[in-house]
């Protein structure tokens, strides 16, 4: 569930904010991302060293951080950095954030219907 800017949110966790369209969510639904060698490379396990921006695993959040110039920003990096690995990762997996804990449980409920 993306809950884009204006609307009413209620949070069971932690929440972030998406760099490319700029709404606050649960951390469960973004995709973080850490800038490495001048190149973002998405952090699906959530467990690399250094500073991580959050984003939508959506095309279009993805090319509004482009557009905005918010990946060097949000990571506190110099210069223009490389993310087509994170577009790899989005066009790839699509709106589902690989390695999630919905991810977990979606593949649980369709092993067991129950």
Known sequence: MVRRRGSVFTHDGPVRTCIGCRARTSYAELLRVVAVDGTVIPDTRRRLPGRGAWLHPD????????????????????????????????????????????????????????
Do not use: I, M, W, Y
Not at 72 to 83: C, M, Q
Not at 89 to 110: I, L, M, N, W
């Open 59 to 114: 095309p279009q959040c993805l090319r509004n951080a482009e557009k905005r110039r918010a990946f060097p920003r949000a990571l506190r990096a110099r210069g223009a950095l490389d993310v087509e690995g994170v577009r790899e990762h989005v066009e790839r997996f699509g709106k589902t954030v690989a390695g999630s804990p919905r991810d977990r449980h979606e593949a649980r409920k369709q092993v067991d219907p129950s």
